[in-house]
Antibody, heavy 124, light 111 residues
Framework: DVQLVESGGGLVQPGGSLRLSCATS????????MNWVRQAPGKGLEWVSY????????YYADSVKGRFTISRDNAQSSLYLQMNSLRAEDTAIYYC?????????????????WGQGTVVTASS | QSVLTQPPSVSGAPGQRVAISCTGS?????????VHWYQQLPGTAPKLLIY???NRPSGVPDRFSGSRSGPSASLAITGLQAEDEADYYC???????????FGGGTKLTVL
């Protein structure tokens, strides 16, 4: 079974740091691009960050640029998100999501597998 | 405010058809970037429902269909069932933001 399992969430004071992990299994992790997506309480989905299969290409949403760092360990089949200088508005469920290559010709890239999420609360 | 605009809510009776719109602009859907749709049941992670504008992953019933025209896309659900009650999100790519964008989400209520 293909699985993504996030961990590392918790309660942290504003200005603090957390490191999220996403352990994967059931597929060739090194072949897939990966993303982090978050959802604030009662709100919609917000894309946070992307990393290519090799880790060479990385993108961030403007809201987290300069504070968050995405990384991956292909040998361990794991994805990470280092979150520094946390703010109250970073409070959310954080999901890791696989970017699957879909369609007969492999023409489409969509988030085809999601983890169950880990809760991050930045509050004093 | 989300880059992609969806109605906050739609509703329909069992067996009816509903449609959820997703309106973008010339830097995302209007620029021919593909649209994907996700279903999020209460208390669960999102699930891919439609990819590449109008394709269903295996296991998704053919009651769900997608379309795209110009800067907008639409998700249609026919033969509404109680289990379809969920939040639905559209997603695309925005060249101005150089990143993935989501719609604000639409809550579907089955009356």
């Amino acid at each position: 079974d293909v699985q993504l399992v996030e961990s590392g969430g918790g309660l942290v004071q504003p200005g603090g740091s957390l490191r999220l992990s996403c352990a994967t299994s059931g597929f060739s992790f090194r072949s897939y691009e990966m993303n982090w997506v978050r959802q604030a309480p009662g709100k919609g989905l917000e894309w946070v960050s992307y990393i290519s299969s090799s880790g060479d290409t990385i993108y961030y949403a403007d809201s987290v640029k300069g504070r968050f760092t995405i990384s991956r360990d292909n040998a361990q089949s794991s994805l990470y998100l280092q979150m520094n200088s946390l703010r109250a508005e970073d409070t959310a469920i954080y999901y890791c999501a696989r970017e699957g290559v879909l369609g007969g010709s492999g023409a489409f890239y969509a988030f085809d597998i999601w983890g169950q999420g880990t809760v991050v609360t930045a509050s004093s | 405010q989300s880059v992609l605009t969806q109605p906050p809510s739609v509703s329909g009776a069992p067996g009816q058809r509903v449609a959820i719109s997703c309106t973008g602009s010339s830097s995302n859907i209007g620029a021919n970037f593909n649209v994907h749709w996700y279903q999020q049941l209460p208390g669960t992670a999102p699930k891919l429902l439609i990819y590449g504008n109008n394709n269903r992953p295996s296991g998704v019933p053919d009651r769900f269909s997608g379309s795209r025209s110009g800067p907008s896309a639409s998700l249609a659900i026919t033969g509404l069932q109680a289990e379809d009650e969920a939040d639905y999100y559209c997603q695309s790519y925005d060249s101005s933001l150089s990143g993935v964008v989501f719609g604000g989400g639409t809550k579907l209520t089955v009356l």
